[in-house]
């Protein structure tokens, strides 16, 4: 267990909905960092808070939206869903802003979009 | 564009085999190389290499980093059924913040 908490596990949803995935950070991490993983692109960056603040940008889709609040905690917000959104999404948090710090990786949301 | 890839993509081993795997890198400013383990769930952290030629051990698996092949390989000794998983690599510049991951490659050790 790395510490990181994502909700929900499982989420089924149909194109053209809005979903929101919800990751809470290790205590002590500022960091979070959001990944989409599907079978045929790996594990892809999508963007990075820390403290509340953006700070890194990867191939975020102009439909998906990020926010950290006070309390550290992050959410991913996803948009008009199309199929291919269907995928597993990670969040990581780490110590600091630099990608040197380990990154611990919570279970995941797996996105199913029908 | 940076570029992670590893290979194999895919391996097959019988208990008690050795192992490795290969992580090669066409990144700028090359910064930190990491592998992960990823079994059903959340990747987990394994290494990080930031120096050429030193080895990182942890049991039965340890790595290494070659900056002037742009790789790294990751061996695994007297393999078990509990290393059935996918080993992630994945590489950080110094103009990013965040993981470039290559695609990873899955084990499997049967009986």
């Known amino acids: 267990d790395s510490g990181v908490t994502q909700t929900p596990k499982h989420l089924i949803t149909a194109t053209g909905q809005r979903v929101t995935l919800r990751c809470s950070p290790r205590?002590?991490?500022?960091?979070v960092y959001w990944y989409q993983q599907s079978l045929d692109q790996g594990l892809q960056f999508l963007i990075q808070?820390?403290?509340?603040?953006?700070?890194a940008k990867g191939n975020i889709l102009e439909r998906f939206s990020a926010q950290q609040f006070p309390d550290l905690h992050s959410e991913l917000n996803l948009s008009s869903l199309e199929l291919g959104d269907s995928a597993l999404y990670f969040c990581?948090?780490?110590?600091?802003?630099?990608?040197?710090?380990?990154?611990?990786f919570g279970p995941g949301t797996r996105l199913t979009v029908l | 564009e940076d570029k992670v890839v590893q290979s194999p993509l895919s391996l097959v081993v019988h208990e008690g085999d050795t192992v490795t795997l290969n992580c090669s890198y066409e990144v700028t400013n090359f910064r930190s190389l990491l592998w992960y383990k990823q079994e059903k769930k959340a990747p987990t952290f394994l290494f990080m290499l930031?120096?050429?030629?030193i080895e990182k051990k942890s049991g039965r698996l340890s790595s290494i980093l070659d900056k002037k092949e742009l790789s790294s390989i990751l061996n695994i000794t007297a393999t078990q059924t509990g290393d059935s998983a996918i080993y992630l690599c994945?590489?950080?510049?110094?103009?990013?913040?965040?993981?470039?991951f290559g695609k990873g490659t899955s084990l499997l050790v049967t009986p």
């Open positions: 930031t120096s050429s030629g």
């Open positions: 990581a948090s780490s110590v600091g802003a630099s990608g040197t710090d380990t990154q611990y």
């Open positions: 205590s002590g991490d500022l960091s």
């Open positions: 994945a590489v950080l510049s110094n103009s990013g913040y965040a993981l470039n």
């Open positions: 808070y820390y403290n509340g603040e953006e700070r």
